[in-house]
Every structure is written in C-alpha cells, then in structure tokens.
C-alpha cells in the first residue's frame, strides 16, 4: 500500500498465501490441536469454542472495521492484523505444547506420507465418514456462498442500507457463533450431538427462507435472529468427523477438513454468485431459498445415520 504497487503484486502475495495453507491450515492446526488434547465427551463444546472465538472476532472486526477505514484508510487496520498474526505465532510457538511425539526421523518438507495418511484414513473410514464429510461439505458450502450476498442484498432496494447499517448487519450474522455456542452448552446435557446438529440445521434454513423474502430492515434482523443456532451444526460435524478417526490420525483428518474447506469456498462463490444475477428477474433472494433447499439433504443425512445408530441400542435394551 505504501509504495503502490500494480495488482499483480497483491495476486502474488494470495498465491503464496495459498500455497502455505493460508487461513485453512492455521485452523487444521488449531482443531487437530484441540481433538488431541480433549477427550470425546468434551470434543464438540472446545470445538463449538474455536468457532465461537471465530464469530467474536469477525463481529469486534465488523463493528470497528468500517469506521475505522472511513477515519484512517485501509493501511492502518493491517497493522492491527500484522500485529495480531505475530502474537498469535509467538503464543502458538512459545506457550502452545506439542500434543503428539514427533517423529524421530525429523519431518521433510517434500514428502508423500501425509497425503498416503489422508487416503488411507478415508479408504477404510468406512461410508460413515465419506457422509459426514459431504454433510460438512454441504453446510460450509451453503454459510459461505450465503455470506458473499448477505452484503449485496443489504445495499440493494428495497434496503438500501448504509455503511453503519451493513457493520450491524454483519455483527449480527456474526453473533450466531456466540449465541450457537450457548446452545450446545445448554443442550448437550439434555441431547445428542446429532439432534443438536439438526436444530442448528432448521435454525439456519429458517433464517434463509425469511431472508429471501426480506424486503425491510425489520424483516432482515429477524432473519438474522432466527440464525441464533445455525453453527451448532459444524462443530458437530467435525467433532462425529474426528471420533471416526484414531488419535493418530486427526492431523491427517483436520488437514482433509481444511482442504474441503478451500473446496467449499470455491464452489460456493462460483454457484451463488452466479446464481444471483440471474435468478434477480424471478426473485432478488433466491439463492438464499437454494441454500435452505441444499441444507435439506445433510439434515436427512445426519437424522437417518442418527436413527440408524439408536437402534441396535434399543435392540440391545
């Protein structure tokens, strides 16, 4: 920013960023890190923790970020992000304890054995775990192609929102980390992790079929607000993702998670924006109506796996 550089200086800075893992691999790590050191009982409340940490600081970010760049520009925030990446890497290199023995070999950077580690993993994981993966893959598909519109629809008439009211718009979204993480905490004791994933599921197709119609500010913060739960569904799927895999394995399992991830970004951009200029003829939130529609099938998916598993248990009983 400083010296101004052409655009493609910026491509070439997302390429590296890319090819280093990016965003993905630091919360591969940081999930892996966290199955490791818990036990199952308590897996699925420290990840909902993890996203939840996600949601405050995307929703700090959304509060102070405009008003921020209107007073000082953009350079100013990206030292505040500079700063925060370098304290995280020394607390994470510090403070942070190894949670598996390393290897006495030493690692190599060239080397095959992680990616022979994620196929063996999903070759003899069984159908349970290629499904869970497609309901994780369907559900963050859905969250991030909703969540490029979300900005597009709120400028848009009938809304014609300002910057202010975007801010608030995106703290709002964000604050379904926070309140989803007070769900799990409330109904684990009373509810399997699979019928908490089903609430969280209806609670975000409720929210997109009321914002596909929303045509006043009023109409949008209810569909925000009927969001409360709607990420109680991904911790609980990465939580059922690393119970099928062996303690030794859940580096190779966050790591095909990360790479899915990536995969969902993708295809959401390239579905759901796409899908939003053409379909503006017919109506302005129809992608958000494709997206409840698309949350359908993980929710069957995790209801019959679930009803699946109660009845040898009845059986039994």
Known sequence: MYLRLPVAWLLAGRLLSGLSGDFNALLAGCFAHVADTTGR??????????????????????????????????????WLVLACNLCAAL???????????????GARLLSCDHHRAVLRLYGRGG????LYALCFFLVVTVHMGSRELYVLLEISPPLCWGPEMVGYGSAALHLAYLSSLLGLR??????????????????NVAALL?????GTTALMF???GLNFLSMASTPVLRSKLSQ???????????????????????????????????????????????????????????????CREMRPTQETS
Request: hydrophobic residues 55%.
């Open 41 to 78: 009982g308590a897996r699925t409340f420290r990840v909902a923790v993890l996203e939840a940490c996600l949601g405050a600081a995307g929703m700090l970010a959304s509060v102070i970020g405009g008003a921020w760049r209107r007073a000082q520009g953009y350079i100013n925030p990206f």
């Open 186 to 203: 409330l109904l684990r004791p009373h509810l399997d992790d699979s019928w908490v994933a089903l609430l969280g599921l209806a609670s």
């Open 210 to 214: 009321v914002i596909s119609a929303a």
């Open 127 to 130: 159908a349970r775990l290629w």
């Open 244 to 306: 099928l895999a062996d303690p030794s394995e859940q580096g190779a399992l966050f790591a095909s998670i990360a790479c899915v991830e990536g995969l969902c970004s993708l295809v959401a951009v390239g579905v759901f924006n796409s899908l939003y200029p053409a379909t503006l003829h017919i109506l302005q939130g129809f992608p958000f109506l494709f997206g409840a529609i698309i949350l359908l099938l993980p929710a069957t998916i995790i209801g019959v796996m679930r």
């Open 222 to 224: 209810t569909g925000y």
């Open 91 to 105: 607390y994470a290199f510090l403070l942070v304890p190894e949670s598996v023995t390393p290897d006495p070999r």
